[in-house]
C-alpha cells in the first residue's frame, strides 16, 4: 500500500529541504517547469485528482478556469486553504507540521499550472507549531532558489506567504477566506463569479486544500496512472482518515480511497473501547450526515459515502458509542456552529441558535414534541441553495441524520423530561 | 425583450434587471429586505426566494432567491408555489425571533417595511420562546436615533453609509446574531448622507430624531410634494405636517434630480418654518412708539393705498430663494426698471455667467442623477459636498462608472453588487479634484490640486489649450501643473462622457470661464462634455431670469433717484452687502416694506412687513442650477393672514389698480402672467398639473386615507369641524377627500399602497423600478440647454497668484451646516455648525495665538485660527456664511494679526 504523503513524516519532527529532496522532493516541480501550464493542469486531471478539503471538487478542472496567457489579468493568486477547523479534523496538521515542503513544491506547481505570481498559505491561528515550520520552510525554499523570481532558472516567478487566521470557522470557505486575507470581514462573496476569475482582490484566484496540494508533487513526480492505480476505487489516489471519539486507537491514517469503513473503524482505529457499542458516526467531519452500522461496509470514497447519504467530506471521523447522548453531542456541534455563523445571512445568523436552543432545552429535559417539527423545518429550511453559503446547510447534516437514525433517543428526553445518559 | 413565463403566466421582459427587480417592476409582490434598486443586490435576507424551473417539465423546481437570479429567455419561476410560500414564511419567522415587536412605541410603525414584509410573507404566531439577544444603543448625533434591539441585519445601512455615500465612521461589527451595526464608539456621524438611513433601514433601528420630537404617526400627516430650497440643486422631497407645524422631510422620488436620496440639510434643514422667529401677522412700526406693531390684513392694504395715491415711487429687491411668482409679481407691481434681483454684484455675475456658459457652450447639460453616467469627471473649485451636498453622492457614483466597463465585459451583471465590489475592489475612475483645500471627495481622486481660485482657473485653461492648442496658452507654469493639464486632458479626450464641474462658490467666473474653455476645447475635438455648474441658491437661475439688475445697482439707484418705498421680498439684504451699504441703502427710503416668513436684521428695520409662508406654506416654481423649473406645494393652510408672496402683492397690486388688465387671482394666473411677460418660460407651466387638474373628477387628498381626529382636532375651540380650507392654486385638497389612487408625479405627496405602507411601495408607482414615476414629470427645463456651436474662447487667463507679505487671499470655505442661511435654524444644524474661523497654512501662522484679529473689507473680527498644510500659502480660507462672518465681498485681500 502506498502512502505517498506520509511515510516519510517521522512524529514530533518535520522535513528539511534536505531531507525532503532525498525522498524525491521537488523532483515533480523539475518536471512541471519542463511542460507548459496546459500540460500540467492536464496531467493533474487526468489523475484525477479531488479537492480534500471536503466538496471534492475536480482540482484540475478547478484550474481550467483560470484565464492563461499574456492578457490574464495580473496578478493571479494561489492560497491553501490551512484554515483547518472542522470539528473532529486535524489531517491538513499532520501534513503541514510532518512535511512543509511537499506543500510548498505542491503550492509552486500548482501557481504553475495556472501562471499565478503570489501565492498565501491561509493558516488556522492555533497551528502556531505548524506557522513556525512553514516559516522555516519557506525561508529554505527562498534560499534553494525555489520561491522568488526565476524558479530554477525556468524563468517563472512565485512568491509565498504565510498568513494565519484571526480563527473563525468560516474562513475554511474558500470565499470567506478571500475576504479575510484582504482584510475584510470573513463573508463568503456570491458565486458566480467563481474566484478563479474574480478572487483575492479581484484578480484570478485558486483555493486549494493543504491535502489536496500536498498531493500535486507525487502526481507530477509518477504520473496520472500510477495516481489512478494507488486507490482501491474510481477516485485515485489515497486520502488522510481520521477517527476520535472512544475507539481503542484514534488516530489519523493515509489510506487508499475506496477502503471500506469498517475497515478503519476494526482494523486502524482498533474498534470500540471495552463496554461500549458502536452507534454511528460522522464520517466526515462535524458537518456531515451520520452513518450507523446499517453503512459499515461502504466504500470510503466520494460516491460511496455519497450513496450511503453522507458526505466524505474531509475523511475524518467522528464516532458514536452508545454511552454519549446523540442530543448531547448534535447540540454541541450546533452550538459551535451557531456560534461560527458569519452573519450575514438569515437562516444561518438565526437559524443555528434557534436550533441550538432548542436542542439545549431537550437535552436539559424542558423540550416539546412541537421541537422536534421546528427543527425538522429547520433542517428543510436551511438546506443547501437556501442559504447563502454551506456553512448552514452543512451544520444541519448531522442535526437531520440524527433526527433520522436516532429519533427516539430524543423522544425519550422529551417524554422522561431528562437526559436520560445523565445519571 | 425575452419571455419568461411567471405561475404560468408569459410576460415580456427586458433582461437587464434581476428577476426580483423585474418582478416587482411587473408589480408582482415579492418581499425583501436587502435588495435596494439604488444599491444592487446582495442576497443576504433571502426573504425575496422564488421557485425556479428548468423546463416545462420541471414540476418540483428549486428554490433561488430572485435578486440573485438573472433574467433570461424563456425562465420559468414561480411565486406562489406552496413550498417556496413556506420557505418565506418560515424566513421572516426566524428574521423575527430577535426583534423586539415593541411597534406601538417604534417611530416606524405604521410605515415599516419589516411589519409590510411580515404580513406579506405569512407570519403570525411565534414559536421562538427563548430570550432574544440584546443590543446597547449609541448616541450618533442630532439628527439619527439609534435602536439596535430592532435589528434584522439586513445590512442596508452599513451599504448606504459606506459603499454608496462613502462614509468611514459606521460598520458592521461582530459576528453571527450579534452583528451589530454602528460607530466604533458614540458620536456624530460624519457623513453628510446619514439621513438616508431612515429611509434605509427597513424598521426602526435608525430613526428621524428631529422627527422625534414632535412625532406624529405617518397616517396623521398632511403632506405635499415639495422642492428642498437649502442649495441650488432643487432636490425634491416631501414635508409633513400636523397642528400647523412640519414635522419632517423625507426624500421624494425624482429620477432626473436626486433619485432616492437627499443631503442631511435638506432632510433636517426646515426647522426655521416652526421657529419663533417667525413672522405670523402683519407688524407696522408704530409712529408714537416706534416699535414693530402686529396691526390687521386691512392695516396693510391701507398702508399701500396710501402710498398708491401719493403715486409713491417703489424699488423692489427681489430673492433668489423666492419663487418666479412671487419675484414677477413684485417686478410687476414697481415695474421692471425697478425691480432688482436681490444679490450682490459678484454674485449676479457669476450666475448669469454660468447662465451663459450653461445656454451657449458647446456641452450638455446633465441632470444631477445623470451626472452619475459620467466616467471621468473634473471637478473645478467647488467643494461639492458642502455647496450642493448631493451633487457629492452622484460624483461618487460616476467615479465608479468606468470601472464598471469590466464586469460587464466579464459578463457579471452591475446589479450583483457584492461581486462587482470584489471583482472592482478601490477601482475608481479618472477623477480629479481641483480646490482650495481638502474635500471629503478627495478620496476617491486620481490626483487632487490645491490651489487658489484664480491658479485653478489658469490649470483649467492650460487643460482647455493642452486639448486644443487654439484655446488661449497660460505662461508660468510649474511643470507638475503642466503634467496634471496633461493627465487631465488625456483622460477627458479618453473619456466616454466627460463631465466638468465648477459652480459659483469660490466667486471667481473665470473658474467658470475655464470651465467652459475645456468644454469648448472637447467640442473641437469631436468630443461633446458635460458641463454641470452650481448655483449660490435654491432659485438663483429663475431669480437671474427675471432680472439681470443686482443689489449694489439697486444701492445706486436708491442714493441717485427719489423713491419712496422699498419693498424687500423674503431677503435679508444684511448677508449680501456690508453692513454699511445695507444701512446707507435702507436709509434712502421713507417706508421700508418687507415681505418675509422669518425675522431678520432687515426685517428689524422695516415699516412695515407683511408675513409670508415660507415654501411649506406656499406654492410656487423654483428654477434649479440645470435649468429644470420645478414645482412646490404648499403643505397645510396656515391662516389668513400668512399668504403667498405673489398672492400678497397681488392683493395690494388690486388696491392701487395696477396689473388691472389682468386676472391674478390664484398660482395659475400669475404663471400665465409670468409666462406673457417672458414666453421663453413658456414651460414652466408644464412643471405640474395645474389647478384643474383631476382623476376620476376628484382632487388629490394631501391627507391619507387614515387620517385620524379630524373632528376632534379642533374640538376645544369649536365642537362643530370647521369647514376645510379651500385650495384655488394646485389639484390638491387639504383634507383626506379625493383621489387615493396613483397619482402623477409631480403632485405625489406620499408612498402609500395596498400592502405596502412603507416608502418601499415607491416601486409601485414607478412604471419600472428605478425608472420614472407614473404620469410624473420630473420637472421641467426652462432653457434650451443643448450643445451649441460657435462659443468663443474665454480669452481672459488670470495672473498666477503671488502671496504678499502681510496680506492674504480670502478664499470662501463653506459648510454644509452653517452657511446656509436658514437650516442653522434647526437645532442640530446649529449644533454641528463650527465656530467662526480663519484657515491658514501652517508656515503662514508663526508667532499668531490661537485666536486672531482678521480684517476684512473695513472690518475687524476676532477669529479662530485653524491650520493646515493643505491651503496654498498667503491664502486665508473665510468659512463663509457662518453666523458673525458677515457678508464678504470678494475677491479680498485682508490683514490678520495677533
Known sequence: ??????????????????????????????????????????????????GRGGAGFPTGLKWSFVPLGPDAPRPKYLVANGDEMEPGTFKDRLLIEGNPHQLIEGMIISAYAIEAEIGYIFLRWAYKKGAQIIEKALAEAYDAGLLGKNILGSGFNFDLYLHTSAGRYICG???????????????????????????LFGKPTIVNNIETLSNVPHILRNGADWYQSISLSEDAGTKLFGVSGKVKNPGLWELPLGITLREVLEEYAGGMRDGLQFKGLLPGGASTDFLTKDHLDIKLDYEGVAEAGSRLGTGTMIVLDDKTCVVGMVRNLEHFFAQESCGWCTPCREGLPWTEKILTSIENGTGKMEDLDILAGMTKTLAPGNTFCPLAPGAMEPLQSALKYFREDFERHIKEKRCPWRS | MVKINIDGKDYEVEPKDNLLQTLLSLKIDVPYFCWHPAMGSVGSCRQCAVKKYADEKDTKGRIVMSCMEPVVDGMRISVDDPEVKQFRANLIELTMTDHPHDCPVCDEGGECHLQDVTLMSGHNYRRYEYNKR???????????????????????????????????????????????????????????????????CPTGVFTDKIFKEHYTRKWDLTT????????????????????????????RYNEK??????????????????????????????????????????????????????????????????????????QMMVGKDNFFAGVNEVDQRLTLKALQILRESPAEVPSLRETENADVVVVLGEDVTNTAPMLALSLRQASRKRPLELPEKMHIPTWNERAVDELLQDERGPFFVLTPTETKLDDIATATYRQVPQNIARLAQAVAHYIDPEAPEVSALTDSEKALAKQIGDELLNAKQPLIVSGTSLQDETLLEGAANIAIALKKRQKTPWIFLTLPEANSAGLALLDEKNLNMAFEKALSEKYDALIVLENDLYRRLETDKVDKLLDAFEHIIVLHYLQNPTTDKANLIVPVGPFTE??????????????????????DTIKESWRWLGQIMAKGNLQKERTLNNLDDFIDALIQDYPQLSAVKDAAPDASFRIAGQKIPRQSHRYS?????????????????????TPMSFTMEGYQGPQPGAVLSRYWYPGWNSVQALNKFQIEVGGGLHDGKPGERVLDLSAKEGMSYFTQIPEPFAAQENNFLGVPLYHIFGSEELSIHTKGVAELTPKPYILLNEADT???????????????????????????????????????????KFPVWIKISG
Not at chain 1, 176 to 197: H, I, V
Not at chain 2, 622 to 636: D, I, K, P, S
Not at chain 2, 718 to 727: F, L, Q, W
Request: net charge positive; charged share 25%.
Open chain 2, 709 to 729: 381626529g379630524r373632528t376632534s382636532m379642533q374640538a376645544h375651540i369649536n365642537v362643530s369641524e370647521p369647514k376645510p380650507p379651500e385650495d384655488p392654486d
Open chain 2, 224 to 251: 405635499a410634494p415639495t422642492i428642498c430650497q437649502n442649495c441650488s440643486l432643487g432636490c425634491n422631497i416631501i414635508a409633513g405636517e400636523r397642528y400647523g407645524t412640519i414635522r419632517r422631510i423625507t426624500s
Open chain 2, 846 to 888: 508663526e508667532g499668531l495665538g490661537d485666536q486672531v484679529k482678521v480684517q476684512i473689507n473695513d472690518r475687524t473680527v476676532e477669529l479662530e485660527l485653524r491650520k493646515t498644510t493643505v491651503l496654498p500659502k498667503g491664502a486665508a480660507g473665510l468659512p463663509v456664511g457662518l453666523p458673525d462672518m458677515g457678508a464678504i
Open chain 1, 1 to 50: 500500500m502506498e502512502r505517498p504523503l506520509t511515510q516519510h513524516i517521522r512524529p514530533g519532527e518535520y522535513l528539511t529541504a534536505a531531507e525532503y529532496r532525498k525522498t524525491g522532493g521537488y523532483e515533480g516541480l523539475k518536471k512541471a517547469l519542463k511542460m507548459t501550464p496546459k500540460e500540467v493542469q492536464e496531467t493533474v486531471k487526468r489523475a484525477g485528482l479531488r
Open chain 2, 134 to 200: 440584546t443590543h446597547k444603543n449609541q448616541y450618533l448625533g442630532p439628527f439619527i436615533n439609534h435602536e439596535m434591539n430592532r435589528c434584522i441585519a439586513c445590512y442596508r445601512c452599513v451599504r448606504f453609509y459606506r459603499d454608496y455615500a462613502g462614509g468611514r465612521d459606521f460598520n458592521v461589527f461582530a459576528s453571527r446574531n450579534r452583528v451589530y451595526f454602528g460607530r466604533y464608539e458614540d458620536g456624530v456621524l460624519q457623513n453628510e448622507f446619514s439621513g438616508n438611513l431612515v429611509e434605509v
Open chain 2, 618 to 639: 406656499t406654492d410656487g416654481t423654483m428654477v434649479n442650477n440645470e435649468g429644470r423649473a420645478q414645482r412646490y406645494f404648499q403643505v397645510f393652510y396656515p391662516g
Open chain 2, 257 to 330: 434630480v436626486n433619485g432616492y436620496f437627499i443631503c442631511d440639510r435638506g432632510r433636517f434643514g426646515y426647522e426655521y418654518v416652526n421657529s419663533d422667529l417667525r413672522l405670523r401677522e402683519p407688524l407696522r412700526r408704530g409712529q408714537a412708539s416706534g416699535q414693530l406693531e402686529e396691526v390687521d390684513q386691512k392695516t396693510v392694504f391701507n398702508y399701500f393705498e396710501k402710498l398708491f395715491k401719493k403715486n409713491a415711487r417703489f424699488l423692489g429687491i427681489g430673492s433668489p430663494r423666492a419663487s418666479l411668482e412671487a419675484n414677477h409679481a413684485l
Open chain 1, 173 to 199: 470557505e474558500e470565499t470567506a477566506l478571500l475576504n479575510s486575507l484582504e482584510g475584510k470581514r470573513a463573508n463568503p462573496r456570491p458565486k458566480p463569479p467563481f474566484p478563479q476569475t474574480s478572487g
